[in-house]
């Protein structure tokens, strides 16, 4: 992956649930390390099917720009329906609490208490995704397969990792170069 420069980063699109390849270039034969599932990223440039995105963390790389999941603009408005809302407390609490729980797993490793399987065996299954920007928070929800947005007051879903019922999946062709217009 190169490493992008600029202002903010504001996430357009997450990762698949299963993570993707990346590649150095528009081009197949520069693969570079892959993206994690359900990593937020910046889709800045298209080139046919080809994506380049920014991490937070201000690494980029070219993906499938066909399989990102977009997610809104702008966050649920807190006017919106009830039916989609929740009280952010409870989810908070289980993620305040898987947190603990890796910090007391990194702390046995560090002291000597777990070595790498076990420090495994008590990380298996910890999910947590959380962004607090001001008022605004995102949060992932390892129970529903979902990243929700929050005010404050309420929790609302944001993007999810879950498969549409219903649909079957298709997949899709592999990435290829596509020449720009006018080129042969």
Known sequence: MSKATGPGFRPTHVVPRHGMP?????DPARPTVPLDPLLPVELVERRG???????SNGWAAWVDGRRLVAVPDDPPTADG???TAADPRPLLARAGQALADY????EGLAAGALDGED????????RIGLVVDGESMWLYDPEEGRWVYGDGRRLTTY????RVTGAED???APTRVVAPEGEL
């Not at 099917?49 to 991490?55: A, E, L, N, S, Y």
């Open 159 to 162: 993007a999810t990792d879950r």
């Open 103 to 106: 910090r007391s797993a990194v």
């Open 119 to 126: 420090f495994a065996d008590r990380t298996a299954g910890l």
């Open 49 to 55: 099917d080809w994506g380049h995105v920014r991490c």
């Open 170 to 172: 298709a997949g899709h």
């Open 81 to 83: 329906p009830a039916a």
């Open 22 to 26: 990346a590649w150095e270039a528009p």
